[in-house]
């Protein structure tokens, strides 16, 4: 009887040993997000200096990338910061003096989630100060895009305040303040001290906390900023400028040409010698200048060569260049076309050469009607876009009215082109372009820009956002688009403030802003988008230009009860 009382209870063990210990299965998806019990030290605390801060949920949380989403103002060094979790409890080490008379604010985002389902906590902050009263002053704005992504993603964007003393910015150290922008573009910085401050915001890709020059899109506010009272109406608008200082890396003769290498691309090119353009011919490449002798030269030529960037930056040097014999064989010239462009009445068609083109010829240039018929292209039919790179091929090839067919085929034969190196295109080139009804085409699009002081660049972009057409207005306010193919556009426009005929991106180091760009857009339709229809006439559209960056306007913000 011992012996089988034994074995039952042995079995009893084992079996309640084996059996796994989980949650209950089914039910209703936890949708609840956590709720915070206490917190030490409690909210809106004063003379305190915290070296941990500990926060207590209702359930087991977890921390979504606590470094990124714990937004603290003012600034602390993060780099020193601890965070964990362990089942309904935060813990935050410090481990560094706080500021003396300073109020501090943490604020969570969604930062902390139930750990099941990853429900974040909703408005969790945490405010404390060192001193005896709480600041209370707030600052509140949106954010814009002058060029913006087809997918707008306006919570990577962060708003900064720098105290006007601080001698860091956006490009070197985190504000003093921070705030994250909300998915409609709406940021509020809250708690600040009086003073005057800097304001900057920034794309933030890289979560460093501190802008990109090169890569990230910024603006920044011209004037400092004094708060005393609460601010509302801040706005910026975004958009990219690199920064980094234009310079030549090297330059050599490499098969062929005399090569400079910078570290990034020009907007203007200006290269002085006597001999360009008659014997000497330049191309163009990403970050890449190639000079180019129809012969050998034993003695270098000097060149004075002045390059503009899109932010202003200058170079002005002088070179040398040598033009010796060329051991390697030629690079092959390679050309590309504009094919499958539309036309009304003159054909306009595009070649592009990788090398200055020396003789075109033309026996070998034409466009074939039919198995008989052609059309010869003549000199008068084509030019070069830049005399002195002879690379961008331009034709305007008038079509007799009595042609009946509507897709036309730009030919050339091997051997029509030749270039600066002596060599022959060694293939046969087609481009196709589609001459278009009148009838398919809308009328008119016109209106006026209200408001604003030109010139003006204004731009139609078609579906995908190409420019497909461009007006400069250097006098008017009024736009005008005529014979336009059916489909849906945009319209851009660009204050082009210093006449240059350009968009010209801020230097944030000169405190120079972009120059402005907005678009057409319908409150009616809540959308920028226009639809065009053959036959029709669009006329009267108005477009109102956007926001400056800067103070829309100072009126008080009633803080929250």
Aim: aromatic residues 10%.
């Amino acid at each position: 009887m011992k012996s089988f009382a034994s074995i039952f209870i042995v079995s009893i063990l084992f079996i309640t040993a084996c059996a796994k210990q989980s949650a209950p299965q089914g039910g209703p998806r936890d949708e609840d997000p956590p709720v915070l019990l206490e917190t030490s030290p409690k909210d809106q605390s004063l003379n305190i200096k915290p070296e941990e801060i500990y926060l207590v949920f209702d359930e087991y949380i977890k921390l979504d990338n606590p470094n990124k989403n714990i937004i603290i103002t003012p600034r602390l060094n993060k780099d020193e910061i601890e965070t964990t979790s362990l089942k309904n409890e935060v813990n935050i080490k410090l481990n560094q003096e706080l500021e003396d008379n300073t109020t501090y604010v943490f604020n969570f985002q969604k930062s902390v989630q139930d750990f099941s389902e990853g429900n974040p906590a909703e408005n969790l902050k945490l405010v404390f100060s060192t001193g005896p009263t709480i600041d209370s002053l707030e600052v509140t704005g949106s954010i814009n895009f002058y060029y913006p992504d087809r997918r707008i993603q306006y919570t990577d964007v962060l708003v900064g305040l720098y105290p006007e003393s601080d001698t860091t910015d956006l490009f070197t150290a985190a504000p003093y303040y921070i705030s994250q922008v909300d998915s409609l573009g709406n940021f509020k910085i809250t708690n600040i001290k009086n003073g005057s401050y800097r304001a900057y915001a920034w794309n933030d890709d890289n979560n460093s906390l501190k802008a990109e020059y090169k890569s990230e899109k910024h603006d920044f506010i011209l004037d400092t900023l004094l708060i005393n009272e609460n601010v509302s109406g801040l706005q910026f608008n975004l958009s990219m400028a690199d920064l980094t200082p234009l310079r030549f890396l090297r330059s050599s003769y490499s098969n062929g040409s005399y090569d400079l290498i910078l570290n990034k691309n020009p907007i203007e090119i200006k290269l002085e010698n006597e001999e360009l353009g008659n014997s000497i011919f330049y191309t163009k490449e990403d970050k890449r200048i190639k000079l180019f002798s129809d012969h050998v030269r034993e003695d270098s030529l000097s060149f004075n060569v002045q390059l503009i960037d899109s932010v202003g930056n200058q170079v002005d040097t002088l070179i040398w260049a040598k033009f010796p014999e060329n051991e390697r064989k030629p690079a092959d010239l390679t050309v590309t076309s504009n094919s499958g462009k539309n036309f009304l009445d003159t054909l306009a068609a595009t070649l592009t050469f990788n090398k200055p083109i020396s003789e075109i010829n033309t026996d070998s240039l034409y466009i074939p009607l039919d198995t008989i018929n052609r059309i010869q292209i003549t000199p008068e039919m084509y030019y070069f876009k830049d005399s002195l790179m002879r690379t961008i091929l331009e034709f305007k090839v008038p079509l007799p009215d009595s042609t009946t067919i509507d897709t036309f085929v730009l030919t050339a034969a091997d051997s029509t082109f030749k270039d600066i190196e002596g060599v022959f295109n060694s293939a046969r080139i087609t481009a196709n372009y589609k001459k278009i009804k009148p009838e398919i085409l809308a009328d008119l699009l016109q209106g006026t820009i209200q408001d604003a002081e030109g010139p003006f660049i204004v731009q139609l972009l078609d579906s995908k956002g190409n420019i497909a057409r461009e007006k400069y207005l250097e006098q008017s306010n009024e736009y005008r688009f005529e014979m336009i193919e059916a489909g849906t556009y945009k319209i851009r426009v660009i204050e082009d403030s210093n006449g240059n005929r350009r968009w010209d991106p801020g230097n944030f180091f000169e405190n120079r802003q972009a120059e402005k760009v907005y678009y057409f857009y319908s409150p009616e339709n809540e959308s920028q988008d226009i639809v065009i229809r053959g036959g029709w006439v669009n006329e009267g559209i108005i477009i109102y230009p956007s926001k400056s960056s800067g103070i829309q306007q100072l009126k008080p913000v009633e803080n929250p009860e």
